[in-house]
C-alpha cells in the first residue's frame, strides 16, 4: 500500500481575492529552493489514525497553531513518488511570523557522522491562487483548482 498524508489547505478572503497558506520545507537541502518548494502544511499517518485527525496534528506540529472550523474534504491527489494525499480546507486566518515548526534530526552535513537538528518548517506565507500555483509542489496544484472551482460556485 503507498504511504499517505493528510493535510489542510488554510484559505482566506483578503480585499475579495482567496488566498491560501503555505509552508515552505526546512533543513538544509530546501534552504535556497522557492518555486515548486512550498507545499500545504501535511504529514504522513498511520492506517489506525483518522485522516482529518493527522491533518489537524500535522497542521499543529508544522506551524505550532490548531485549526477547527468547517472542513471541506478535496479530491484525493497523488504525487511522483505514488504518495497520495488526502486534504481538507478550512477557512481560517494566522500570521506567518508566529509560526513555530517541530524539529527533525539528520546528519548534516552529509557523511560527517554529525547530526544536526532543523525545524521541519522553515516559514509559512499567504498567496494568491496564482502565486500559490508557482510557489507549491506541482503536484499539489489540483487542490488549489479545486478549492478555487468551489469558492467561485458558492
Known sequence: MP????????YRKSDDQ????LVHPGGPFWKNKDEGSWSIPKGEYESDEEPLDAAKREFYEE?????DGEFLALSSIKLKSGKL???????????PH???????????????GKKQSFAEVDRGD???????????????VALLDELAEVKRNV
Open 85 to 95: 494525499i488526502q486534504a481538507w480546507a478550512v477557512e481560517g486566518d494566522i500570521d
Open 126 to 140: 499567504w498567496f494568491s491562487v496564482e502565486e500559490a500555483k508557482v510557489k507549491m509542489n506541482a503536484a499539489q
Open 18 to 21: 482567496l488566498q491560501v497558506f
Open 3 to 10: 504511504k499517505q498524508s493528510a493535510g489542510i489547505l488554510l
Open 98 to 112: 508566529r509560526i513555530k515548526s517541530n524539529l527533525f534530526e539528520m546528519e548534516w552535513p552529509p557523511k560527517s
Open 63 to 67: 506551524t505550532g497553531q490548531y485549526i
